[in-house]
Structure formats: structure tokens, C-alpha cells
T-cell receptor
Framework: AQTVTQSQPEMSVQEAETVTLSCTYDTSENNYYLFWYKQPPSRQMILVIRQEAYKQQNATENRFSVNFQKAAKSFSLKISDSQLGDTAMYFCAFRAGGTSYGKLTFGQGTILTVHP | KAGVTQTPRYLIKTRGQQVTLSCSPISGHRSVSWYQQTPGQGLQFLFEYFSETQRNKGNFPGRFSGRQFSNSRSEMNVSTLELGDSALYLC?????????????FGPGTRLTVL
């Protein structure tokens, strides 16, 4: 079974600064994807970024980038130039291949607050 | 393209009743997954449907069931409601539910059981 751990229940950052959210996972699978989703107070889950396990290059989406360390089973999210709209709960999620159709395994989440 | 829609957005029920929640996926998406979100247990996978067939199921009791229609719309049903079933229920759709497929989430249905 796969597990996803987010060790930071809460984080805060000043507007325009950089923050890194941590995530570790455990799996014996070789074929998998990793995701970061954000859930603002509206509760709508929004995809932030995704990473394929076979790709060594770290994914980047505008101000969001990941540091994917496959051997260490670590998948951290870096948010640069933080904005007030980044305030949300952030979830790290794992998706395995094989027969795990449609299943995301989520971490417990990190509440990020961006202060003006 | 319209996003994933869920109805109703809010529900209040009493213990012992049953409830049906609905999810309409993004047009063209054939895989629909359901999740339960609670403060204590976090986000947990309930089940996934593809082409009207349940392909995957999480560790929930049989009181939780679902189905999918030919137009890919999905419903989930919870019978004999318990207080612990109070949660935000999220559905997510994707093209085919495979590993590389990204899931897009609906706004959720907030269920309160009194």
C-alpha cells in the first residue's frame, strides 16, 4: 500500500517570498505520478503541478516548481513570489499504475497562509 | 469546457436516512472517482467508475455504493446514515482513469448528518 506524508500541518510566508512544502511517500511501484493540489477556502480542489516518476527533470509551472528526489521518495513544492491568492490547504498526492484505477492517495495536507 | 459539477452542494440528513449525491464529469471524461474528506481522516478514496463499471474500490463499508450512467454521470448513495458520514464528498473526473491521467475535481457536496 502507498502512503503519503506531509509533515508540516501549517506554514506561513510573507507576500513575495518563497516557501517550500514537504512531502514524502512510500511505494514499491515503479510506474507512478505525483501531484500537488491546492484547496482554497472555497473547497474547490485545483491541480497545481504534476510529476511523472520516470522523468528526472523537475516539473515547473510558472511560480510553482517541485524538487523530486526519487531515491529518497521526496516530492517538495516550492512557491516563489508568494501571493495572497496562494493561501490554501495544499495536498500532496500519489497515483500508481496497474489496477489502481482512478485512485489518488493524499497526504494530510499543509495549510499555507500568505501574509501581506 | 464546463468543469465537474456536483449536486446538491449542501445536504442535511438525520441518522438512519439514505442520501444520493450526483456528479457530472467534464465532457468527454469517462472516469469518475469519489472521495470523502473529513478533518480526522483527510481525503479518502471511495470508488471509481468507468464505462458504467466499478473498477476500483476503497475501504468503505457496503453502505457506500455508486453507479455510473451511459453519459458518464455518476451517483453515489449512502444508506443508513451515521453521524460519522458527515463530510465533504468530492468527485473527480478524468479521461480514462489511468496513471498518467489528471483528475479534475468538482466543488463537493457538504453532507451533515444529525
Amino acid at each position: 500500500a502507498q502512503t503519503v506524508t506531509q509533515s508540516q500541518p501549517e506554514m506561513s510566508v510573507q507576500e513575495a517570498e518563497t516557501v517550500t512544502l514537504s512531502c514524502t511517500y512510500d511505494t514499491s511501484e515503479n510506474n507512478y505520478y505525483l501531484f500537488w493540489y491546492k484547496q482554497p477556502p472555497s473547497r474547490q480542489m485545483i491541480l497545481v503541478i504534476r510529476q511523472e516518476a520516470y522523468k528526472q527533470q523537475n516539473a515547473t509551472e510558472n511560480r510553482f516548481s517541485v524538487n523530486f528526489q526519487k531515491a529518497a521518495k521526496s516530492f517538495s513544492l516550492k512557491i516563489s513570489d508568494s501571493q495572497l491568492g496562494d493561501t490554501a490547504m495544499y495536498f500532496c498526492a500519489f497515483r500508481a499504475g496497474g489496477t489502481s484505477y482512478g485512485k489518488l492517495t493524499f497526504g494530510q495536507g499543509t495549510i499555507l497562509t500568505v501574509h501581506p | 469546457k464546463a468543469g465537474v459539477t456536483q449536486t446538491p452542494r449542501y445536504l442535511i440528513k438525520t441518522r438512519g436516512q439514505q442520501v444520493t449525491l450526483s456528479c457530472s464529469p467534464i465532457s468527454g471524461h469517462r472516469s469518475v472517482s469519489w472521495y470523502q474528506q473529513t478533518p480526522g481522516q483527510g481525503l479518502q478514496f471511495l470508488f471509481e467508475y468507468f464505462s458504467e463499471t466499478q473498477r476500483n474500490k476503497g475501504n468503505f463499508p457496503g453502505r457506500f455504493s455508486g453507479r455510473q450512467f451511459s453519459n458518464s454521470r455518476s451517483e453515489m448513495n449512502v444508506s443508513t446514515l451515521e453521524l460519522g458520514d458527515s463530510a465533504l464528498y468530492l468527485c473527480a473526473s478524468s479521461w480514462d482513469g489511468q496513471v498518467k491521467d489528471t483528475q479534475y475535481f468538482g466543488p463537493g457536496t457538504r453532507l451533515t448528518v444529525l
